[in-house]
């Protein structure tokens, strides 16, 4: 899968976990998810790390160094799903 | 008795708290505190906002020390920690180095610092010195002050652990989902474990994995502190969690068949602890085998039928429950529902709270809450609930419900969402509960 696809199917999986009043094709990729951005917060980090674990087989956690750059934006969150997924 | 020790049952080099660099010992521990001691500044009271749990604690402990009073802001939004300081008179705030605030003068504690190799005796706190003030949740009103006494504290945490039979031979270590700022969180998370010789986690993990490295880095058996919040994850996140000697939950109801899972999951028992932060834990139970709440042992009921209050030595006066209870035995209750949520339908009288908890006991239902929408002068009233119940149908839930409430309580409409807009620390405010229940009705019609 293309990271444009895999971007649009995170998008989607955000929006759908997290019951956002959001089109999923109108997140910026590159726009803030937490505080200013979408405005996020860490229970809505929980939930979708759980979305994320079950959808792609990856354990999200926080001692990852690169944690913050992961959870800074839709791209960088697909980027991450990319390396670290096992299904 | 009019003085108890900081710290209990440690031996000078028994491991207090695992820091990033290592173990910290009880002996270096206080000479953490000796050290910060002299460099506070000449304030009555102190915002603590140090991010490790840690670090917090020898904030907590030279500030006592040094006869201050430490402020638990409920969380670190600029207005809360502004409106606490300018409500508390002179105080200063007690901060991660490089993470002021703004308008307040702040004392950063340099992470990484070099360790002082200065020795100090255990301080003995006078119990009657008030320590900590917690601030009542902001789900049931105006937020307010409730201070607390070292002699509460210390009798909570003492009680919990004889309650559990918490000695460091049966476990050393406490790890905990839950902010060291907020009322159970200093209890369980803090007080309970200096007060029975245990050691910390300094971090507060948030995802499952998280979780699962924070026992791991601890050694010997722990107890996991959490909320129902994070055990639902770690249950659904399906991982293998290193051997726990029990799980401690507060702050929102557990639902039963969260706890069987979490205890066959986990191989522990799930205990949860009743609590409100005016008074602080005053009873606990094991969620699998009880409705009922059993008393800690220093506190008692008080007053009748329906207005009961918890009474203790520590407490300055008989405190009155926030929720209605059925007392059903000799230190026992049943919670029936906060007072502030009867409600009145049709000439007949429920409490939400009796009725969310009878939908979170269908079979299925992962979280859900009633609502009572405010419709002004309407001549009947129908209730709303929102229901998280993944693969489960309107009918379903419906059909459940039919057997466990009074028909005139069917929830009209009966929303089914992916969750509940639960804040922090588990709880639902009722203004986000609101939000919802609007956006969601709107979306069906």
Same mark, same amino acid.
């Given at each position: 899968?293309?990271?444009?696809?895999?971007?649009?199917?995170?998008?989607?999986?955000?929006?759908?976990?997290?019951?956002?009043?959001?089109?999923?094709?109108?997140?910026?990729?590159?726009?803030?998810?937490?505080?200013?951005?979408?405005?996020?917060?860490?229970?809505?980090?929980?939930?979708?790390?759980?979305?994320?674990?079950?959808?792609?087989?990856?354990?999200?956690?926080?001692?990852?160094?690169?944690?913050?750059?992961?959870?800074?934006?839709?791209?960088?969150?697909?980027?991450?799903?990319?390396?670290?997924?096992?299904? | 008795?009019?003085?108890?020790? *900081?710290?209990?049952?440690?031996?000078?080099?028994?491991?207090?708290?695992?820091?990033?660099?290592?173990?910290?010992?009880?002996?270096?521990?206080?000479?953490?505190?000796?050290?910060?001691?002299?460099?506070?500044?000449?304030?009555?009271?102190?915002?603590?906002?140090?991010?490790?749990?840690?670090?917090?604690?020898?904030?907590?402990?030279?500030?006592?020390?040094?006869?201050?009073?430490?402020?638990?802001?409920?969380?670190?939004?600029?207005?809360?920690?502004?409106?606490?300081?300018?409500?508390?008179?002179?105080?200063?705030?007690?901060?991660?180095?490089?993470?002021?605030?703004?308008?307040?003068?702040?004392?950063?504690?340099?992470?990484?610092?070099?360790?002082?190799?200065?020795?100090?005796?255990?301080?003995?706190?006078? *119990?009657?010195?008030?320590?900590?003030?917690?601030?009542?949740?902001?789900?049931?009103?105006?937020?307010?002050?409730?201070?607390?006494?070292?002699?509460?504290?210390?009798?909570?945490? =003492?009680? /919990?652990?004889?309650?559990?039979?918490?000695?460091?031979?049966?476990?050393?270590?406490?790890?905990?989902?839950?902010?060291?700022?907020?009322?159970?969180?200093?209890?369980?998370?803090?007080?309970?474990?200096?007060?029975?010789?245990?050691?910390?986690?300094?971090?507060?993990?948030?995802?499952?994995?998280?979780?699962?490295?924070?026992?791991?880095?601890?050694?010997?058996?722990?107890?996991?502190?959490?909320?129902?919040?994070?055990? =639902?994850?770690?249950?659904?996140?399906?991982?293998?969690?290193?051997?726990?000697?029990?799980? $401690?939950?507060?702050?929102?109801?557990?639902?039963?068949?969260?706890?069987?899972?979490?205890?066959?999951?986990?191989?522990?028992?799930?205990?949860?602890?009743?609590?409100?932060?005016?008074?602080?834990?005053?009873?606990?139970?094991?969620?699998?085998?009880?409705?009922?709440?059993?008393?800690?042992?220093?506190?008692?009921?008080?007053?009748?039928?329906?207005?009961?209050?918890?009474?203790?030595?520590?407490?300055?006066?008989?405190?009155?429950?926030?929720?209605?209870?059925?007392? /059903?035995?000799?230190?026992?209750?049943?919670?029936?529902?906060?007072?502030?949520?009867?409600?009145?339908?049709?000439?007949?009288?429920?409490?939400?709270?009796?009725?969310?908890?009878?939908?979170?006991?269908?079979?299925?239902?992962?979280?859900?809450?009633?609502?009572?929408?405010?419709?002004?002068?309407?001549?009947?009233?129908?209730?709303?609930?929102?229901?998280?119940?993944?693969?489960? /149908?309107?009918?379903?839930?419906?059909?459940? $419900?039919?057997?466990?409430?009074?028909?005139?309580?069917?929830?009209?409409?009966? *929303?089914?969402?992916?969750?509940?807009?639960?804040?922090?620390?588990?709880?639902?405010?009722?203004?986000?509960? =609101?939000?919802?229940?609007?956006?969601?009705?709107?979306?069906?019609?």
């Amino acid at each position: 899968m293309s990271l444009l696809a895999l971007e649009r199917e995170v998008a989607a999986l955000i929006v759908q976990t997290l019951k956002l009043k959001t089109d999923w094709s109108t997140i910026h990729p590159e726009a803030a998810l937490f505080g200013d951005g979408l405005g996020l917060d860490s229970i809505d980090a929980l939930e979708l790390s759980l979305a994320i674990a079950q959808t792609y087989g990856y354990q999200v956690k926080s001692s990852d160094p690169e944690i913050k750059e992961t959870f800074s934006s839709l791209r960088s969150l697909a980027r991450a799903i990319e390396k670290n997924r096992t299904k | 008795m009019s003085n108890a020790p *900081l710290i209990a049952l440690y031996g000078p080099d028994d491991t207090l708290a695992w820091q990033a660099d290592g173990a910290r010992s009880a002996g270096e521990f206080l000479s953490d505190v000796a050290e910060l001691v002299d460099s506070l500044p000449d304030f009555p009271s102190v915002l603590n906002l140090l991010s490790s749990r840690y670090e917090f604690l020898v904030g907590f402990a030279a500030a006592m020390v040094r006869g201050q009073v430490t402020l638990l802001p409920q969380s670190r939004a600029p207005q809360t920690l502004r409106r606490i300081a300018g409500e508390n008179g002179d105080c200063y705030g007690l901060t991660d180095r490089g993470d002021p605030v703004e308008g307040l003068p702040c004392v950063a504690l340099p992470s990484g610092r070099r360790r002082s190799d200065r020795t100090m005796r255990i301080p003995q706190i006078p *119990l009657h010195q008030q320590v900590a003030v917690a601030f009542t949740s902001g789900s049931t009103g105006q937020p307010t002050p409730n201070r607390k006494t070292w002699g509460a504290l210390v009798s909570v945490a =003492r009680d /919990t652990g004889s309650r559990f039979g918490l000695t460091a031979g049966r476990c050393r270590a406490v790890v905990a989902t839950v902010p060291h700022q907020h009322m159970f969180g200093l209890e369980a998370s803090v007080m309970l474990p200096i007060q029975h010789g245990l050691a910390m986690h300094p971090g507060r993990p948030l995802f499952p994995e998280d979780v699962r490295m924070a026992l791991e880095e601890v050694s010997g058996r722990s107890v996991l502190v959490t909320t129902p919040l994070h055990l =639902r994850a770690c249950v659904m996140a399906g991982l293998k969690l290193p051997p726990v000697e029990m799980i $401690l939950s507060a702050t929102s109801p557990l639902a039963r068949e969260l706890a069987r899972e979490a205890e066959e999951r986990f191989h522990a028992p799930v205990n949860e602890i009743f609590g409100f932060a005016e008074a602080g834990s005053v009873a606990s139970r094991r969620t699998v085998n009880a409705d009922e709440w059993q008393m800690l042992d220093a506190v008692t009921l008080t007053g009748a039928e329906p207005d009961w209050s918890v009474q203790a030595d520590y407490l300055p006066r008989p405190i009155r429950f926030p929720d209605r209870i059925a007392v /059903t035995g000799h230190r026992r209750f049943r919670v029936l529902g906060r007072m502030e949520d009867q409600v009145n339908i049709a000439g007949h009288r429920a409490s939400l709270g009796d009725l969310t908890r009878k939908l979170l006991e269908i079979d299925g239902v992962q979280d859900g809450a009633f609502y009572l929408p405010e419709t002004g002068h309407a001549p009947l009233t129908r209730l709303t609930a929102v229901v998280v119940a993944p693969g489960k /149908t309107h009918r379903d839930i419906q059909r459940a $419900l039919r057997l466990s409430i009074d028909p005139v309580f069917f929830p009209r409409p009966l *929303l089914l969402v992916p969750r509940l807009p639960r804040n922090e620390t588990g709880k639902l405010p009722r203004e986000a509960l =609101r939000r919802l229940v609007e956006e969601e009705s709107a979306h069906e019609c």
